[in-house]
């Protein structure tokens, strides 16, 4: 399942010329796939009329206590937990339902 309606917290609308940042909410997948949910920079540029200004990183401001991390070679969302005690943390499994988790993350873009 697909996460929810990116929306536009602050930061500028349409394209730019440098780096930019903007913040955007959503709520997560019902269904979390491996790997991450796939075309975030697609869903991101619709969702916020971009056009083809490019996604290059994102950091979190609020994710339910979860954490992301955004895989631009493959352009997936990535979401992670904590894991036991002294172990990095670790990708949620897969089908994991995050629809109840408010993801407010800033994007940077070019």
Known sequence: MAIGAITRVS???GHQESLGTTVIRFTGDSA???GGTVDFED???AAL???SVELVGVAVL???GYSVGYDKTNDKLKVYRT???NTPMEQVPNNTDLSGVTFTLS???F
Do not use: N, S
């Open 32 to 34: 979390y796939p491996t």
């Open 107 to 109: 994007i940077t873009t």
């Open 43 to 45: 869903k991101v540029r």
């Open 62 to 64: 609020d994710a339910g």
């Open 11 to 13: 930061g500028a609308q």
């Open 49 to 51: 009329k971009l056009g």
């Open 83 to 85: 894991g036991a005690i």
